[in-house]
């Protein structure tokens, strides 16, 4: 459809004009000499364009009173060179641009072009917003066990702050759902939300990423750069994977949380920054603690609010309500063949241990669906990969499948040492064990110099 386009100008021979000109570029014009006879229009147009100077109310009152009604609608003000003062009081009050009399038609449309582009850009921003919001409600996140509806009673309580969150639990439980529904139920919902992977970044990278960096501070800097805490000033940061980053990074962090300050990259410059963040990790950081790789203050800044999310094997209820949404959420994306999915479906999910947790169990209902001959998915449809073992977990008594408990010694062993790179001491430590102990376990399996 045409952009209509309100023309408010009392000069009979330059509003004809303004007409003709809009009508070849491609719009709809709709005229007024008056702002009280342009009132009416408003709601219809896409854009208005108006002369300052007017019989009666002037465009500026009439400016004033539209960013009242609407304050989405793009208002370019017209006015003659010793009015120009007024044209600043206009942009000031509101106005996109202005036009200063005499103009170039080709100016005018290039004008309306730009005010129109930039109208579709906000529109379009707020429209992924909203999405973005109807994407982390509550009916959007499943979690029916009463695990999963603990920690959403501690979201609801948590998001209207600025407190520090840490999230803890293996990869796939859905930890980044949960930090942006924290950011999506905030104050901050319309400020940016940026995730920051620390295993992604290279640790000769990091402080420039984070951080930012001036011109000139390292070879390659031609320019300025903000980094991520700039990026989200006001919003939130996510942290994923807190336990990766290196320690010389924990120390500007740790003053980011202290002092909401940091300082760029080859710069002396402290900038106050207003950032909540959320930090996630599927290691234990207390072991992290313990073993001196992790910085304990930086730890209790963090873990001002911990929510430890449980793996999807613990919580064999969600499982169900779980495939049902994805079913629900991938089929239409898929071509909607498949419109829901049978107990015998959902009885075969519950035989597995879903190493991969919910990330996973998403995965194969969408391989599911390709696959699925009728437009229910059937137990014959899932496709389950029974050759990856079961996850184990500190606390839990069984030994993993296919495992003897003196394989399952070893492997204990092997790894201690390569997380120790071979420190026995280390190692001993790691285990719970003396290095006499080790050394004994050593010698039996035979590897003990």
Not at 207 to 232: D, V, W
Request: neutral net charge; contains cysteine; charged residues 30%.
């Amino acid at each position: 459809m045409k952009k209509r386009i309100l023309i408010v100008e009392d000069e009979d021979k330059l509003r004809r004009i303004i007409e003709l000109q809009l009508i070849d570029a491609g719009y709809e014009p709709v005229k007024a000499s008056t702002a009280e006879a342009a009132l009416p229009l408003i709601d219809r147009a896409d854009l208005i364009l108006t002369d300052f100077k007017l019989p009666g109310m002037t465009g500026l009152e009439m400016l004033q009173l539209i960013r009242r009604s609407d304050p989405g609608i793009p208002v370019i003000m017209m006015t003659a060179f010793g009015t120009i003062e007024n044209a600043v009081e206009a942009m000031k009050a509101g106005a996109a641009d202005f036009l200063l009399k005499p103009f170039s038609l080709d100016h005018l449309t290039t004008v309306v072009n730009k005010a129109l582009e930039v109208r579709g850009l906000r529109d379009e921003n707020r429209r992924l917003k909203e999405e973005l919001g109807r994407r982390y409600r509550w009916d959007n996140i499943v979690g029916h066990s009463h695990a999963m509806q603990q920690i959403f009673g501690t979201i609801l309580r948590v998001a209207p702050s600025r407190a520090t969150v840490l999230l803890a639990g293996e990869s796939g439980v859905g930890k980044d759902l949960i930090a942006r529904a924290i950011h999506f139920h905030s104050p901050r919902k319309d400020k940016p939300f940026v995730k920051i992977n620390c295993t992604a970044l290279p640790e000769n990278l990091m402080e420039s990423e984070l951080f930012g960096y001036e011109r000139g501070a390292f070879t390659g800097a031609n320019i300025s750069k903000p980094g991520k805490f700039e990026q989200a000033d006001g919003g939130t940061v996510m942290l994923d994977e807190i336990g990766d980053v290196p320690a010389s990074i924990q120390v500007k962090l740790l003053r980011v949380l202290q002092e909401r300050e940091i300082e760029r990259l080859g710069s002396n410059k402290t900038l106050h920054i207003d950032v909540r963040v959320i930090a996630a990790t599927n290691k234990d950081l207390r072991a992290a603690l313990e073993d001196g790789t992790f910085r304990e203050d930086l730890y209790y800044r963090l873990n001002v609010v911990p929510i430890e999310i449980p793996p999807l094997r613990q919580r064999p209820e969600d499982i169900a309500f779980l495939a049902e949404h994805f079913v629900e959420k991938l089929s239409p994306e898929m071509g909607g063949r498949v419109h829901g999915i049978t107990q015998a479906a959902v009885d075969k999910l519950l035989t597995y241990h879903w190493p991969g947790n919910v990330r996973e169990l998403e995965n194969v209902i969408e391989r599911s669906i390709v696959m699925a001959l009728g437009d229910r998915l059937d137990a014959g449809d899932i496709r389950l990969d029974m050759n990856l073992r079961p996850r184990h977990v500190q606390g839990e008594l069984a030994l993993p499948e296919g495992m003897s408990l003196d394989t399952f010694e070893q492997e204990l062993i092997k790894n201690a040492l390569k997380k120790a790179d071979g420190n026995k001491s280390h190692a001993a430590r790691l285990l719970g064990l003396t290095r006499n102990a080790l050394r004994y376990r050593l010698t039996q399996m035979g590897i003990d110099s």
